[in-house]
């Protein structure tokens, strides 16, 4: 089993910055990238970036381009999704997620484990 805790998120202005942590623990040896999505109310859960453990390649969707960042802490399992120039498009129900196969990176079905979620909410 793999186990995915999510921290960070919050209520922000526009042009704010956060940054929201991902710990993955248990089979972490298992997986080989973590994913970042994010549900708005009312649409389809959407990819924002992921990060592959080996070599630490990072993919972005374009809307978050430039604004998004992605690193990772090997030594803590941890994933980092730092978040600037935040619009109130953004805002959304953030989720990070462990892919264990090598499967498309967008792609929701790629990912086996998931986190419990946190709210960003970009508004004022």
């Known amino acids: 089993q793999v186990h995915l805790v999510q921290s960070g998120g919050g209520l922000v202005q526009p042009g704010a910055s956060l940054r929201l942590s991902c710990a993955v623990s248990?089979?972490?040896?298992?997986?080989?990238?973590v994913g970042w999505f994010r549900q708005a109310p009312g649409k389809e859960r959407e990819f924002v970036a992921a990060i592959v453990w080996s070599g630490g390649s990072t993919y972005y969707t374009n809307s978050v381009k430039g604004r998004f960042g992605l690193s990772a802490d090997n030594a803590k399992n941890t994933v980092y999704l730092q978040m600037n120039s935040l619009k109130p498009e953004d805002t959304a129900t953030y989720y990070c997620?462990?892919?264990?196969?090598?499967?498309?990176?967008?792609?929701?079905?790629?990912?086996?484990?998931w986190g419990q979620g946190t709210q960003v909410t970009v508004s004022g």
């Open positions: 248990g089979r972490t040896f298992s997986t080989n990238a």
């Open positions: 997620a462990a892919r264990t196969a090598h499967m498309e990176l967008i792609a929701r079905s790629s990912y086996a484990y």
